[in-house]
């Protein structure tokens, strides 16, 4: 009979252990943060890597947010996730961004929750005879993250307005092929590819500078006339008047991550090629993130200058009157441009 009755004792013990298992993982709040491939992702992926959005979470009464990175080969797909509620967050270039905001609208209006970093692209040839945009001929294909939509392909045609005049801007679009970022610098070192130019971010940008025959035309910050915002992360404003909370705790997280880049680059550069599995050596992704070039801040950096082209040239048919326009209302009080 004892031990009848401490079996049952021990039944009922781990039937209620595994019915506050089961309530703990009911009342668990994930937060699915997309993200594509590049050093321009750091801060989203030293958040969750280091708990920081757990940790500010908590410190607004919410102790059981549960952060998750998913990677996404494309903006396309990263978006149709985010409007169907399968991820929080995405996240990606500033182009990429505008267009879902200009098209979006009701439940699916989106704003960012803050700009990811500042940091410059380049434009990378192993053709000896382009020194310029100008210098471009039917015979080159330039590698880009998506013909015409992604930020490279508009980078482009603002460099294009800029050496032939505005109604000439998509004059370069027929040179340009959609590929990765780590296809790119693939193809840009095959002499056999037609691919003999990349317009690439970090840390592909810094490989390619570094190859035999390679040299750069141009860089990002020529075209937007100094520093500005490559990515920043965004959500719906659904989502956010939903979970005010947690959107708040999301955005102290990532001015946090912000100050640990800043602080160590040497752990930020181990984060990135633990989460990112890139085969870089550490000390490469230390310099990149040490180079003054690149700066992580939330604040938004040239953001008007690239929506006020894509108006002008129809790619988005209205535009913000200011930069908050575009943002969560936590960051208003930021300066930006």
Request: charged residues 20%; neutral net charge; contains cysteine.
């Amino acid at each position: 009979m004892v031990l009848i009755r401490e079996c049952r004792v021990r039944s009922g013990i781990l039937g209620a252990l595994v019915l506050l298992l089961s309530m703990a993982a009911a009342d668990a709040q994930p937060v699915k943060i997309g993200v594509q491939t590049g050093l321009g992702y750091l801060p989203l992926q030293v958040m969750v890597h280091d708990q920081l959005l757990q940790k500010q979470a908590t410190i607004l009464g919410l102790p059981n947010v549960k952060p998750e990175i998913v990677e996404f080969a494309n903006a396309g797909a990263m978006n149709d996730a985010l409007l169907s509620g399968s991820i929080q967050y995405g996240s990606g270039g500033v182009s990429t961004f505008l267009v879902l905001w200009a098209k979006a609208s009701g439940v699916n209006e989106v704003k960012s929750a803050g700009s990811l970093v500042a940091m410059p692209m380049y434009l990378s040839t192993r053709n000896p005879a382009i020194r310029s945009v100008k210098d471009f001929t039917e015979k080159d294909r330039i590698g880009v993250a998506g013909v015409k939509v992604s930020y490279q392909a508009m980078l482009l045609q603002m460099a294009a307005a800029q050496a032939w005049g505005q109604k000439d801007f998509d004059r370069l679009d027929p040179l340009t092929v959609t590929v990765s970022n780590a296809n790119g610098a693939i193809m840009l070192a095959n002499s056999m590819s037609e691919v003999n130019t990349h317009f690439a971010p970090p840390p592909f940008a810094y490989i390619e500078r570094r190859m035999p025959g390679v040299h750069t035309v141009l860089k990002s910050y020529d075209i937007l006339g100094g520093p500005a915002t490559l990515n920043l992360v965004w959500s719906t404003v659904g989502y956010g008047k939903a979970n005010p909370q947690i959107h708040r705790a999301f955005v102290a997280a990532l001015q946090e991550a912000d100050n640990v880049i800043k602080s160590d680059p040497a752990r930020a550069a181990q984060t990135y090629l633990d989460v990112s599995r890139d085969k870089t050596p550490v000390a490469d992704i230390r310099a990149q993130l040490e180079d003054p070039e690149i700066i992580f801040s939330v604040a938004p950096n040239g953001v008007m200058k690239v929506a006020q082209f894509m108006y002008d040239t129809g790619t988005i048919k209205k535009k913000p009157a200011r930069w908050q326009d575009l943002y969560f209302e936590e960051l208003h009080q930021l300066s930006g441009n």
